[in-house]
C-alpha cells in the first residue's frame, strides 16, 4: 500500500516542482514527512525529533541528550543475515546491498584446495588459525588420484588440520558441500563460505551460502574475517505447484536458460511463494536449486526458513538422536537447536528494496535438458526425444544431484521397466557406460539401506568413490572426442568433463537414468502435463498481476520521490540545477590519486576473443586446477585452450585481452586469473566480468576494466562472419588509470575514448604489492 503522504508528495512534485521543494526545503525532509506520514501526522512545520523531546532538554540543545530515533530500514533476508555476521558496524548501522562489510562468517570450508590455502596461510607470517571452530576442510575434488604426489597433499593437509585442531572429512567420505549441509555447519539464518564457487548450496537450507577464494579463505583462517560487498539482490517468486515427474532440476534448468541475459549475474537471489507452492519443493530439491544458481550467474541462492525446512531438520535431528545417542546435546543437528531458531526465524521485511523481481510458474513446467555445453541453452525433452540422440555416457555424480532422493528416482526408472521384464532389473543400453557417485558416504548407506544402489549397479552402472570426479573431469569416465554424455551434475562447459570435442548435457536423475537404460536422451514418461498448459509462464514481478501493476506504480512514485529527495538536497546545500551540472561537468575532470610506483597509464594492442561466458575452465583447464606443481610457463601455455586452442599462439605478452560479457565466471579457482598473468597479459577488458574472476583478479594483481562500448565497436567491425574465436586487431588501447578513461585507436587512425571505472588507492595498494596475499603479508609486519 501507498502512504497517502507519497500520492501527495509525488503529485506535488510533478506539478510544481521547485516552489514545492523550495517549501519543503524550508520545513522538513521528504524523509521526515514520511516519519511523520507514518505516526498520522502527515505534515508538520516541528522537526518530529524535537517534539519528542523533553522540555528540559529543549532549554539547552548543545548539551542535552535526545534520544536517537533510527528509522526501521526495512531488509531483505539477505541484509539480515549479512547483519548478524558484519562486524565492526558503526552503532545503529542497517546494512544494505551496496555496502562493503567485513564478514566475520559463521563457517568456511575448504576441500583439495586447502594445502594452496594453507601455503598462503603461512607465506603471510601467521603461524595459528584464529579460531579453528570456524574452518572446515573436506577432501572431494581429485580422491580417484593415487599418485604419490596427490597422496601427499592429502597427506599434508591432514597433518595440518590435526595440528590445528580443524574439522577434517578424508577423501571418500563425501563431496564438501554435501556434508557441510548434513553435519549441521551450513546452519540456517547463518553466513556460511566456502573456497568454492558451489558454496550457493547452502541456501537450500535457509543460510547464506557464498564462494570465497583461496586468498579469502587464508584470511579468514588468520583473521577470522574477510571483505564482502553485498550484491543487488533480486527476488524469484515461485507460483502454482511442481507437477508430477517435475523436479529442482528442471527449476533450475529453466531459470538458466529462459532467463539467459545475465538477468541475475552477480546479484544475491531470494527464492519465495506462496506456503502451498513452497510445500511442492522438498529440501534436496531446494539444495539442487540453490547449487546452480552459481551457474545462473548468482553469487547466492537463498530459501526460506519455513516448515518445509523445518521438518526435515526434524527428521534428520531423530535419526542422529537413535543412531548416536551418546552424543546428546553435543549433536550438531539436535531438536532443541531448531527450537532455538524457529523461536524468531529471519524473513524479509514487507517493503524490502530488491534490485529486481522475476518469477516463474510451477504448475506451467515440464522436464528440461540443458545443453549441449552451456547451462543457458535449455530445451523441452520431448524436443529433444525426437531427435534420437544417441548416448555414450551417463553420469549420476555430484553434489547437485547424487543425494538418496536421486538415487532412489534413478533406481525407480529400472524397476519401473523390470516389471516388463519379468520383474529382472534390466541392463544400460548396449554401448552406453553409466557411472555413480554418492554426495557423501551417509547418502549412499541410506542408498544401500533401501536397496536403491544395489538396483542401480544390477542395472551395470559403475560405482565411483564420494567425489567431484567426472563432473570436474577428474577420474574414470571422461567423455572421449565426439561422445555425448548426459550427467545430473551442475556444470556441462565446454571441456569440462573431458574432451573439448565432446557434447555435455544436464538432465535430472530420473532422465539421466531413462537415457542410460533406452540409450539416447530420453525420460522415464512421469511427467503429467496438467490441463490447458502450453508453454512455460515467466516474467518480471512476482507473477500476480494486480500485485505487479501496484508495484510498477510504486516504483514510478519512488523514482519522482527519489528525485525530489535530491533537488531537496541539492537546494538545502544552496545548489542550482547550473551548478549542479557545471559541478557534473568538473567530476568529469576530476583525477584519481595515483599511489607512488603505480602506472598512470597502461597501454597495449588489442587481442579480441568475441565471445559472452568465456568460463574459468575456457580460460584454465579444470584438470590442472589441483595439479600444484604446474609452472607459470605451463600456465601460460595452457591459458584460454579450452577456449580457443589457438589462443596460445596468437597472443603475445604485453596485448591486451578484451572479451564480451561475464567474463570468468564458473568456478573461483584462482588460476583462471593467474595463467593470464603468467601469460604476461596485464589488463583484461569486458562487457562485465564474473564476480568471482574480479575478485581474483584483485587478489592477485591482474588489472581489469568494464568497456561495454568497446566490445560492441569491436564486434560491429569483426563480427558476422568475419568473427574468429581470438583475433589480433591492430587496434591500441590506453588506459588512463589517473582520469578513469580508456581511448582506443583503431587501425583506421580514428581515436575515441570511453569514461571508465575509478581504481582506488586502495586496490592500487593491493595490486602494487603483487596481490592481497603479500598485501596481507606487509600488514603482519608492519
Known amino acids: ?153 592429502y597427506r599434508q593437509i591432514e597433518e595440518f588440520a590435526n595440528t590445528h585442531g580443524v574439522d577434517f572429512y578424508p577423501a571418500g567420505r563425501g563431496i564438501g558441500h554435501q556434508i557441510m549441509v548434513e553435519e549441521g555447519y551450513a546452519w540456517p539464518g547463518t553466513v556460511t563460505v566456502a573456497s568454492d564457487s558451489h558454496s550457493n548450496m547452502y541456501g537450500g537450507v535457509g543460510c547464506l551460502g557464498t564462494p570465497m577464494v583461496r586468498t579469502d579463505a587464508a584470511s579468514i583462517w588468520a583473521t577470522g574475517k574477510t571483505w564482502w560487498q553485498i550484491p543487488p539482490i533480486a527476488k524469484v517468486t515461485f507460483t502454482g505447484l511442481l507437477p508430477p515427474g517435475v523436479t529442482g532440476k528442471d527449476v533450475i534448468v529453466a531459470l538458466c536458460g529462459l532467463f539467459n541475459n545475465d538477468d541475475v549475474l552477480n546479484h544475491a537471489i531470494e527464492f519465495t511463494g506462496a506456503e502451498e507452492t513452497m510445500r511442492s519443493i522438498p529440501v534436496d530439491d531446494r539444495l539442487t536449486i540453490a547449487n546452480m544458481t552459481t551457474e545462473w550467474g548468482a553469487l547466492s541462492g ?74 543457458k541453452i535449455a530445451t523441452p525433452l520431448k524436443d529433444l526425444e525426437a531427435q534420437n540422440l544417441k548416448l555414450d555416457k551417463a553420469y549420476l555424480v555430484s553434489c547437485t544431484n547424487s543425494r538418496a532422493s536421486d538415487i532412489a528416482a534413478a533406481a525407480r526408472v529400472f524397476k519401473d521397466a523390470a516389471a516388463d521384464n519379468n520383474g529382472v532389473i534390466p541392463k544400460v543400453a548396449p554401448g552406453v557406460k553409466f557411472y555413480i557417485a554418492a554426495a557423501s558416504l551417509l547418502e549412499q548407506k541410506q542408498a544401500e539401506d533401501s536397496g536403491d544402489w544395489q538396483v542401480l549397479l544390477d542395472a551395470g552402472a559403475e560405482p565411483l568413490p564420494s567425489g567431484c570426479g567426472p563432473c570436474i573431469g577428474l577420474g574414470t569416465g571422461l567423455l572421449e572426442p565426439g561422445e555425448i554424455g548426459i550427467s545430473a551434475s551442475n556444470r556441462n562447459f565446454k571441456g569440462r568433463m573431458g574432451s573439448t570435442d565432446a557434447k555435455a548435457y544436464l538432465a535430472s536423475p530420473e532422465v539421466v537414468a531413462a537415457s542410460a537404460l533406452k540409450g539416447k536422451i530420453a525420460g522415464p514418461g512421469w511427467y503429467q502435463k496438467p490441463e490447458g498448459v502450453e508453454k512455460v509462464i515467466i516474467g518480471e514481478g512476482n507473477g500476480v498481476v494486480e500485485q505487479d501493476k501496484a508495484m510498477s506504480i510504486e516504483d514510478a512514485l519512488d523514482k519522482i520521490i527519489a528525485e525530489a529527495e535530491s533537488l531537496i538536497a541539492n537546494a538545502e546545500a544552496g545548489l ?24 598512470e597509464a597502461i597501454s597495449g594492442e588489442i587481442i579480441f576473443c568475441d565471445a559472452d561466458n568465456i568460463n574459468t575452465d575456457g580460460i584454465y583447464p579444470g584438470k590442472y586446477t589441483y595439479q600444484d606443481n604446474i609452472t607459470p610457463a605451463k600456465m601460460a601455455e595452457v591459458c584460454m585452450e579450452n577456449y580457443d586452442a589457438s589462443f596460445g599462439s596468437i597472443a603475445r605478452a604485453g596485448d591486451i585481452l578484451v572479451t564480451g560479457f561475464n567474463f570468468g565466471c564458473g568456478s573461483s579457482r584462482e588460476q583462471a586469473a593467474t595463467a593470464i598473468l603468467a601469460k604476461q597479459i596485464p589488463l583484461v577488458v569486458s562487457g562485465s566480468f564474473g564476480n568471482i574472476f574480479s575478485r581474483n583478479s584483485i587478489n592477485n594483481a591482474l588489472m581489469g576494466v568494464e568497456v561495454p562500448k568497446l566490445v560492441q565497436r569491436l564486434r560491429e567491425e569483426f563480427g558476422g562472419e568475419k568473427t574468429a574465436a581470438t583475433r589480433r586487431t591492430g587496434w591500441k588501447l590506453t588506459w588512463d588509470v589517473r582520469r578513469s578513461k580508456v581511448v582506443v585507436e583503431e587501425a583506421s587512425g580514428k581515436k575515441w575514448e570511453q569514461k571508465v571505472g575509478e581504481l582506488p588507492p586502495n586496490v592500487q595498494e593491493i595490486i602494487a604489492r603483487g596481490g592481497l596475499e603479500k598485501w596481507v603479508k606487509s600488514q603482519i609486519e608492519a
Not at 595459528?128 to 576442510?137: E, G
Not at 549542479?580 to 568529469?588: D, I, L, P, R
Request: charged residues 20%.
Open 1 to 153: 500500500m501507498i502512504h497517502p503522504v507519497r500520492r501527495a508528495l509525488a503529485v506535488a512534485a510533478s506539478r510544481a516542482p521547485r516552489q514545492f521543494l523550495a517549501a519543503a526545503s524550508r520545513t522538513t525532509s521528504v524523509r521526515s514527512v514520511r516519519a511523520a506520514a507514518a505516526s498520522g501526522s502527515y505534515y508538520s512545520t516541528t522537526s518530529r525529533r524535537l517534539q519528542d523531546a523533553f522540555p528540559s532538554q529543549l532549554e539547552n540543545l548543545a548539551s542535552s541528550t535526545l534520544p536517537k530515533v533510527v528509522p526501521q530500514v526495512p531488509q531483505t533476508l539477505t541484509e539480515k543475515i549479512v547483519q548478524r555476521y558484519s562486524v565492526g558496524l558503526a552503532p545503529g548501522k542497517k546494512v544494505k546491498s551496496g555496502d562493503y562489510v567485513t564478514l566475520q562468517p559463521h563457517h568456511c570450508m575448504t576441500h583439495d584446495n586447502s594445502w594452496p590455502v594453507a601455503m598462503k596461510f603461512m607465506s603471510i607470517g601467521a603461524s595459528k588459525i584464529h579460531d579453528n571452530r570456524q574452518v572446515v576442510m573436506t577432501l572431494d575434488h581429485d580422491v580417484q588420484n593415487k599418485s604419490e604426489s596427490n597422496l601427499k597433499k
Open 302 to 375: 537463498l530459501f526460506p526458513i519455513d516448515a518445509v525446512l523445518a521438518s526435515w531438520m526434524r527428521a534428520k535431528a531423530t535419526v542422529t538422536a537413535m543412531e548416536h545417542p551418546e552424543l546428546g546435546d553435543k549433536a550438531k543437528l539436535t531438536h532443541a537447536k531448531i527450537d532455538a531458531l524457529l523461536e524468531n526465524p529471519l524473513v524479509a521485511d514487507p517493503g524490502a528494496t530488491y534490485a529486481k523481481q522475476l518469477y516463474l510458474n510451477l504448475s506451467t513446467l515440464s522436464p528440461f535438458v540443458a545443453g549441449p555445453n552451456s547451462v
Open 576 to 599: 542550482t540545477p547550473e551548478s549542479t551540472s557545471s559541478s557534473s561537468s568538473s567530476e568529469e575532470e576530476s583525477l584519481t590519486e595515483i599511489l607512488p610506483g603505480f602506472p
